[in-house]
């Protein structure tokens, strides 16, 4: 049954494909319409926000970096947290964003979260391209993992479509999430292993910090470009897991409400 029911979605969203591109298009001219630095802001966040971790945390709070410079330490693993933050704020607020459209015409509503997260594939790879800048400054060997960075970003993104299905179905109907949003996504910030290592983690909670998706992808992403450091397959396949976990829930609740999307939007 959910062989066919996914295999129905499929279907249904490779009919409407060129509506993807519209989306995401649309969301990324949004996004740098009018502005005066354009594209250069998908750089300017990671960087910025790398340099106030490294002052703050590495400087100050001597927070350790398994024996890497701060800087890569903080900026590989905010290059693919800023892609699923703003993925997730994008996805999680779109059906409201869109409740013109909603109202108007019929299209598969699951595009607007799906198209939420394509769109911060842009920055992403934009951002991407600084680290390899960073790599050479602290003369860090560029190895065959690095191969293995864009591939992660799938993981992430399911992810990001999961959780961002989740708040926008809630969105519809209680637009309190609209706010906790902002506050939720603070929180997962501190709670993954952004700003501090895995390791200083005591070894009884390391296995529940496996249960956010996000550590294992976000330390295969570190791994991936580090050759000082190996992938936690053990910790990325438990990640991969509930990742897949939350995308289920996500698809099921969306379908499960999206016919009263027109109604209360």
């Known amino acids: 049954m959910h062989i066919a029911l ?3 979605m499929v279907q249904e969203y490779w009919k409407y494909r060129e509506l993807f591109y519209f989306f995401v298009w649309r969301d990324i001219k949004i996004r740098y319409k009018q502005t005066v630095l354009g594209a250069t802001w998908a750089i300017l966040k990671p960087v910025v926000t790398m340099i106030v ?3 703050v945390f590495g400087n100050l709070a001597k927070i350790p970096s398994d024996g890497l410079p701060y800087p890569i330490f903080s900026y590989s693993a905010l290059v693919p947290w ?3 933050s703003v993925a997730l704020s994008n996805a999680g607020n779109s059906l409201v964003n869109s409740a013109h459209l909603i109202t108007k015409i019929y299209f598969p509503r699951a595009i607007l979260p799906i198209s939420g997260v394509l769109s911060g594939l842009f920055d992403f790879f934009i951002a991407s391209i600084v680290l390899i800048g960073l790599m050479w400054h602290y003369d860090i060997q560029v190895t065959w993992g690095i191969l293995l960075w ?3 970003v799938i993981p992430l993104m399911v992810v ?3 959780a961002g299905m989740i708040f926008s179905s809630l969105n519809v109907r209680y637009r309190d999430i609209r706010y906790a949003l902002g506050f939720i996504i603070q929180l997962w910030l501190f709670v993954t292993p952004i700003i501090y290592p895995t390791s200083i ?3 009884r909670f390391q296995k529940f910090t496996a249960l956010n998706p996000l550590a294992g992808i976000i330390e295969a992403f570190r791994a991936a470009i ?3 450091r190996e992938i936690n397959w053990g910790m990325l396949g438990t990640s991969l897991i509930v990742a897949m976990i939350i995308l289920v829930i996500g698809i099921l609740l969306f379908r499960k409400t ?3 999307f027109a109604d209360i939007v």
């Open 160 to 162: 990001a479509v999961g």
């Open 201 to 203: 983690i005591p070894e």
């Open 150 to 152: 864009p591939l992660f």
């Open 53 to 55: 971790f490294s002052v």
């Open 258 to 260: 999206e016919k009263e």
């Open 226 to 228: 580090l050759p000082t």
């Open 82 to 84: 800023t892609f699923f």
């Open 6 to 8: 996914a295999n129905e």
